[in-house]
């Protein structure tokens, strides 16, 4: 293998966070209107679970991930027998395993959001004669649009920055699991460290840029409010 | 016609109490619905608007049954929100700030005609194009007027419309309230606690306690015809009962304002300092009474 700067990581990297923000705002919306108007008894526990990528270390997450794509576990054996799927190292099992990891970064920003919204306001678009559907696409989503943006951003960012899941997931197979953070890995212990700075330097910067436009986004829709 | 039979159980600020709601009402007139707060009023037009389910009865409207269930089972027949001929105008007038006036109106049915029509009633053509958020109140409120008015409900219900608003805009909204009431011919209930509105605007009063309508009349016989022989009457506090040479002076205390009443030592007798009484007057001079438990008064709207 020759080391040296390779754009294909980063390409991986925003392929891999696209379609994990895509597929997790679909998930998150519905799921972020469920829970935001719940009063029910096992909303805790929802949120609980949903919840806990935050605080486990990535790694237990990916390994158990591992354990449950792998074809020793029932979920892993049905998929490859009946649909010859194999999701271990490979691009798909890194993006299960993202929307898994990323799941509570887009569906806290959507959930408060939603939570902002007066009851009265849902009720008047029923009383208009309103679906469900309709109001949630033409009432609650264009009300939320900064908690969205926000959702969306952080999500694709996070995706970006992981490490840890993805190494037990997927490994680092050039142009199918070998993202930018993996690569990073790989150069140093290569003692490659010219690429490495290459790699983090571009990746400071992407962290940074991100960040700042959250906090333009907040800022400026408090003060447009 | 609206027939109901409505029940439900409600956690009050005393245990909980079952709002029973077994009243009849005419098609195109207006009733106002009071009571003091937590008596059920809000829970009686939601349950008509089908935003809050019952515990069990039946909701016939215009010969169509809303809703039909009984205790602890699944209702048989529960018509949701946007099935029912109904307009609800919000306490928080509920407009969708991210659409101008005309966009909340058009949200509801895309008949522009309509929507110029309604604007024009209640005096908004100007402001069409604005943003709830730049609207004075009344100006929100007749825009969420309007938008309710929007899918030409048969039922029309408002809850509080004016309590947020200034003496001078709620005349004109009363105002406007009776023509689109004369006009469209629909059926209005109005949730108010203010006396003068509901004589102005009225037909009828249900008059709810702590989930049971205690009184259902006319604002003219529950204001006014009530007691015959004492036509000038109102309920205060005692503050002071002062000493004045031969004679007692009391201070008594009518809403705002403080009146001062003499009485004669027998009057004085039954009265002490913070008791309830009745202020009338006999043969134009003020009198004073102590009020008797059960008799109408203004407290209870």
């Known amino acids: 293998m020759n080391p040296g700067f390779d754009i294909e990581p980063f390409l991986l990297s925003f392929r891999l966070a696209?379609?994990?923000?895509?597929?997790?705002f679909l998930i998150c919306v519905p799921l972020a209107w469920k829970l935001a108007r719940s009063r029910s008894w096992f909303k805790p526990i929802i949120e609980a679970l949903v919840s806990m990528p935050?605080?486990?270390?990535p790694t237990v997450l990916g390994f158990y991930l591992l354990i449950l794509l792998s074809g020793r576990s029932p979920f892993g054996m049905m998929l490859k027998q009946q649909f010859d799927i194999d999701l271990v190292f490979t691009f798909e099992g890194i993006l299960i395993?993202?929307?898994?990891?990323?799941?509570?970064?887009?569906?806290?920003?959507?959930?408060?959001?939603?939570?902002?919204?007066?009851?009265?306001?849902?009720?008047?678009?029923?009383?208009l004669g309103k679906s469900r559907f309709q109001t949630l696409f033409h009432v609650i989503l264009p009300n939320i649009k900064p908690s969205i943006l926000t959702g969306l951003i952080i999500t694709f960012a996070h995706t970006v920055g992981e490490f840890g899941v993805?190494?037990?997931?997927?490994?680092?197979?050039?142009?199918?699991?070998?993202?930018?953070?993996?690569?990073?890995?790989?150069?140093?212990?290569?003692?490659?460290?010219?690429?490495?700075?290459?790699?983090?330097?571009?990746l400071i910067a992407f962290s940074f840029v991100v960040l700042m436009t959250v906090y333009l986004i907040n800022h400026h829709h408090r003060k447009t409010g | 016609m609206v027939v109901t039979s409505l029940k439900k159980t409600l956690a009050g600020?005393?245990?909980?109490?079952?709002?029973?709601?077994?009243?009849?009402?005419?098609?195109?007139?207006?009733?106002?619905?009071a009571g003091s707060s937590g008596s059920g009023k809000t829970t009686f037009l939601r349950m008509i608007a089908g935003l809050t389910t019952p515990d069990e009865g039946c909701l016939e409207v215009d010969g169509t049954v809303w809703y039909?269930?009984?205790?602890?089972?699944?209702?048989?027949?529960?018509?949701?929100?946007?099935?029912?001929?109904?307009?609800?105008?919000?306490?928080?007038?509920?407009?969708?700030?991210?659409?101008t006036v005309l966009g909340n109106l058009l949200f509801a049915s895309r008949n522009r005609e309509r929507a110029e029509k309604l604007l024009g009633m209640v005096n908004l053509g100007q402001l069409k194009h604005v943003k709830p958020a730049n609207l004075s109140g009344g100006q929100k409120q007749r825009v969420a007027l309007a938008r309710a008015l929007m899918r030409q409900p048969g039922i029309l219900l408002l809850d509080e419309p004016l309590s947020a608003l200034d003496e001078a805009m709620k005349a004109v909204l009363q105002d406007e309230l009776i023509k689109i009431n004369r006009e469209l011919g629909v059926t209005i209930l109005i949730v108010t606690h203010d006396s003068s509105e509901i004589y102005k605007l009225c037909d009828r009063v249900l008059l709810f306690e702590e989930g049971r309508i205690v009184t259902d009349t006319s604002p003219r016989k529950l204001f006014v015809e009530r007691e015959a022989t004492q036509k000038f009457a109102f309920k205060g506090e005692i503050l002071e009962i002062r000493d004045v040479d031969a004679i007692w002076v009391a201070v008594v205390a009518i809403g705002n304002n403080l009146v001062e009443v003499v009485i004669d030592t027998d009057e004085k007798?039954?009265?002490?300092?913070?008791?309830?009484?009745?202020?009338?007057?006999?043969?134009?001079?003020?009198?004073?009474?102590?009020?008797?438990?059960?008799?109408?008064?203004?407290?209870?709207?």
Request: hydrophobic share 45%.
């Open chain 1, 18 to 24: 696209g379609i994990t923000t895509f597929l997790l």
């Open chain 1, 54 to 57: 935050v605080v486990l270390p």
């Open chain 1, 97 to 127: 395993a993202s929307c898994v990891y990323s799941f509570p970064f887009m569906l806290q920003p959507l959930q408060s959001g939603i939570e902002q919204i007066s009851d009265e306001l849902v009720e008047a678009s029923y009383t």
């Open chain 1, 166 to 202: 993805v190494l037990m997931v997927g490994g680092s197979i050039q142009g199918e699991t070998r993202v930018a953070s993996i690569a990073i890995f790989e150069m140093v212990e290569l003692m490659d460290y010219r690429t490495a700075h290459i790699y983090s330097m571009l």
């Open chain 2, 13 to 33: 600020a005393q245990g909980a109490f079952l709002l029973d709601t077994d009243v009849e009402i005419a098609r195109g007139g207006i009733t106002a619905v």
């Open chain 2, 68 to 99: 039909l269930g009984e205790k602890g089972q699944k209702p048989r027949i529960n018509l949701k929100p946007q099935e029912r001929g109904v307009g609800v105008v919000f306490q928080g007038y509920a407009l969708f700030p991210h659409m």
């Open chain 2, 269 to 301: 007798e039954g009265l002490q300092v913070g008791d309830s009484v009745i202020v009338g007057t006999k043969a134009f001079n003020p009198t004073i009474r102590k009020f008797q438990k059960g008799e109408f008064d203004y407290s209870r709207l």
